[in-house]
């Protein structure tokens, strides 16, 4: 029986629902959903990594949840079920990032609890949870959330590295570059700029699906 789990677990099916948000499906680079949070929350790289992996973590549990009452929820009122699901879930994850991670939750300000009205949530609880089992679900959810963190840690990575000069807080650039006359880019901390790279990832990405 467990032989028999695993293998449904790791099945084709299962494999190609993680695989296609990472990259020929990605919500942000494909889809175009989630875009404000990616360009509010990556002016560093810490923020980034927690936005995405709070997203990645909700988008999962709350498409296994929903896929599992699935077949209970009355079709003229699922839309307030899922939003209850995923209010309850960002509700705990927000409380723990303020007990554990109090200064990244700072940061985040109000965009944790902007996750409730995120497109990608919706959209995979509408189009795969509702009409999939539980693991599936669960794979479908966990896959698009860290598709949207992927891109978030790009962009916040090179932000922060040419804005700051750093990665996580610590100094990357050594001090004998600003010696010699190097300077931050002061423009890469600002929101236009988070949109300038978004906007060549999504362009290097589709260029290279059309290759």
Same mark, same amino acid.
């Given at each position: ?11 084709? +099916?299962? +494999? ?15 889809? $175009? ?15 980034? !990594?927690?936005?995405?992996? *709070?997203?990645? $973590?909700?988008?999962? &549990?709350? %498409?296994?949840? $929903? ?5 209970? @929820?009355?079709?003229? $009122?699922? @839309? !307030? ?5 995923? /209010? ?11 007990? &554990? /991670? ?12 902007? @996750?409730?009205? %995120? ?13 999939? +089992?539980?693991?599936?679900? &669960? ?9 949207? /963190? ?26 004998? &570059?600003?010696? *010699?006359?190097?300077? %931050? ?8 700029? *988070? ?11 589709? /260029?290279?699906? +059309?290759?």
């Amino acid at each position: 029986m467990r032989r028999q789990y695993m293998s449904d677990l790791f099945s084709k +099916k299962n +494999k190609e629902v993680f695989k296609k948000p990472l990259s020929e499906d990605n919500p942000i680079l494909v889809q $175009i959903l989630g875009i404000c949070s990616a360009l509010a929350v990556t002016s560093q790289l810490k923020p980034a !990594i927690v936005m995405g992996l *709070a997203v990645a $973590i909700i988008t999962a &549990f709350s %498409n296994l949840i $929903i896929s599992v009452i699935r077949n209970t @929820i009355p079709n003229r $009122i699922r @839309i !307030i079920v899922q939003l209850v699901v995923v /209010a309850a879930l960002v509700t705990i994850v927000s409380q723990i990032l303020k007990a &554990f /991670a109090y200064d990244v939750s700072v940061q985040l300000s109000v965009y944790v609890g902007l @996750i409730i009205t %995120n497109c990608i949530l919706m959209g995979r609880l509408e189009a795969f949870a509702m009409m999939n +089992k539980p693991i599936p679900s &669960f794979i479908d959810g966990l896959s698009n959330g860290l598709g949207y /963190a992927l891109i978030l840690v790009v962009v916040g990575a090179f932000r922060e590295f040419f804005g700051r000069g750093s990665l996580l807080g610590f100094s990357i650039i050594p001090d004998g &570059f600003y010696d *010699a006359g190097y300077i %931050n880019n002061g423009m890469m901390t600002m929101p236009a700029m *988070a949109l300038i790279l978004l906007g060549c990832v999504i362009w290097i990405h589709r /260029a290279y699906l +059309k290759k």
